[in-house]
């Protein structure tokens, strides 16, 4: 009796078990170490995800663009060990779908209208999904000369573009604009100072943006090395301020090596005086750089061509395509007036690199840039202007910086709104400002605060402050071809409606 119910017992938890087992690796072979699923499992796997993408892209614009959530929040949905054993792929795949991709601010919504948004493109989303499903290399030409070639020609289009010579010039895809920036001025500095920088003086201006602050400091420059020349009331470098920075320099024994000018500031979309800032580096024998990871794409554009003018006569320039080129993340570019000053800076071959070294007309691109493994980002670049055409780019970047100057015209005839710095680049500032002799500087300074954090706390748009001349504005940032004015009138509404609540002031 004994025996068999022992018997029994056994059976049945190995029944259990079993089916346990069956349960979890439903669609896994047991022995994964090849981590590796059959034909069928990964066909279904592979139409969710893309099922799950297609949904969001034909979804997105009616969801609410703002997604919140506390580090205890975040703790208490995932934190874990790593599991030891396999799970449910499909199980593991729909957790995401429900609790990771959710849980994200939506920056290609019509109403992201902060930072710098992300509008993407569902065909280099496809491309990129290519890149990582072939698991492309595209460091050097041996492994993978298409790729290489697609870098090469795409990167000439991006050449043409901006007016740098095609045959002398050349580049380099990046991670994103803070990378370019960083290669930018590992090659000013190794051109212009060879390997003794302990003289160099970089100069850039207060409204540069914070990632070439970064790059300077990354390569070690002293604070002493680095001069920020103050703007002018327009945001522009100030010529005289400048001038007058690098004479002193020079007669203190220094050496001037490297200007950084911004072709659309993230603040305000403002141009530096581009072609004034070449003559002066011109002159002075220091490497001109142009920061147009926010702005350069407005080029493709009639009256963004017309204010980047000046913007072909840098050594450098930095374009950030995962911005106003719409492609998704991570998408950053250096172009180069003379491809040699590229591969003198970041050429070194190891001895089991010889090999692979090719001939001159074949490019490796780790010889451009700082990553040996790259991965693949000229495809979604190639694949999107072919399928659309540079000519729907083009509207989409004429329709953007029209619409912020529609916007301007609108905040101009509402009494209650005041325009700070006026649409530049798609960019416009602005502050809700009524008649009220209540209100003081510091008290419109905390309401414009308000107002945003409200916005924002609603989670309808995602609408932020920046400080211009010591003043909170609200800035829009409208590179999003699929923004209306409806959307933007919705949000003043919405503005309007909390300022109301704030009411007497
Ligand atoms: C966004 C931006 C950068 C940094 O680019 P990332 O792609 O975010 O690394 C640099 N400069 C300017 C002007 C920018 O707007």
């Known amino acids: 009796m004994i025996y068999v119910r022992i018997i029994n017992t056994l059976t049945k938890q190995r029944v259990i078990f079993a089916s346990l087992k069956s349960v979890q690796n439903k669609n896994m072979k047991k022995n994964n170490a090849t981590l590796q699923l059959s034909k069928e499992e990964m066909r279904l796997y592979g139409y969710k995800v893309v099922d799950a993408i ?75 999904t290519l890149a990582t499903g072939f698991n492309i290399f595209s460091g050097g030409w041996a492994a993978s000369p298409a790729a290489a070639e697609l ?172 911005k106003w080129f719409f492609q998704p993340y991570e998408m950053g570019c250096l172009l180069v007036r003379n491809i040699n000053h590229l591969k003198g800076t970041f050429t070194e071959t190891p001895e ?45 970047i004429t329709y953007n910086i029209k619409l912020a100057e529609e916007v301007e015209e609108c905040l101009r005839n509402s009494p209650q709104w005041e325009v700070i710095s006026p649409a530049t680049l798609a960019v416009i500032n602005f502050r809700y400002n009524p008649i009220d002799e209540n209100l003081n500087e510091k008290k419109l300074d905390a309401l414009n605060q308000y107002i945003s954090e409200q916005v924002v706390a609603s989670q309808e748009a995602l609408l932020v402050t920046t400080i211009l001349h010591g003043q909170t504005v609200l800035r829009m940032c409208l590179i999003n071809p699929r923004t209306t004015m409806e959307d933007i009138k919705e949000t003043f509404a919405l503005c309007n409606k909390i300022a109301e609540t704030q009411k007497p002031f």
């Open 352 to 396: 089991y690199l010889k090999d692979v070294e090719g001939n001159k007309s074949e490019i490796n691109f780790y010889d451009h840039g700082v990553q040996l493994t790259r991965r693949f980002r000229a495809l979604k670049f190639y694949m999107s202007i072919k399928t659309f055409g540079l000519g729907e780019f083009r509207k989409a």
């Open 54 to 128: 297609v949904e969001h892209f034909d979804n997105q614009d009616k969801k609410l663009p703002v997604s919140k959530g506390t580090r205890k929040e975040m703790d208490h949905l995932f934190l874990e060990e790593a599991p030891e054993n396999a799970m449910n792929a499909t199980a593991v795949l729909d957790f995401v779908l429900k609790e990771v991709v959710t849980k994200s601010t939506i920056v290609s919504h019509p109403k992201a209208f902060s930072f710098v948004p992300g509008p993407s493109n569902y065909i280099s989303a496809m491309a990129d």
């Open 151 to 322: 870098e090469v020609v795409t990167l000439n289009w991006l050449l043409k573009i901006f007016g740098f010579p095609v045959k002398k010039g050349g580049g380099i895809f990046t991670s994103g604009g803070s990378m370019a920036n960083l290669t930018a001025i590992v090659t000013a500095r190794k051109i212009k100072c060879g390997d003794d920088f302990s003289k160099a003086v970089i100069y850039l201006s207060d409204q540069a943006h914070s990632s070439n602050i970064k790059a300077i400091r990354v390569l070690g420059f002293k604070k002493e090395q680095i001069r920020i020349i103050p703007t002018n009331l327009e945001f522009k470098f100030s010529l005289n301020k400048l001038k007058n920075a690098i004479a002193r320099d020079r007669l203190g024994g220094l050496k001037p090596f490297c200007l950084i000018a911004t072709a659309g500031t993230t603040n305000t979309g403002t141009v530096d005086p581009l072609s004034e800032i070449a003559a002066i580096c011109k002159k002075e024998n220091i490497w001109f750089h142009i920061d147009g990871a926010y702005g350069g794409a407005a080029i493709l554009s009639k009256d963004g061509k017309k204010m980047l003018k000046g913007i072909e006569k840098a050594d450098s320039l930095t374009v950030d395509p995962h």
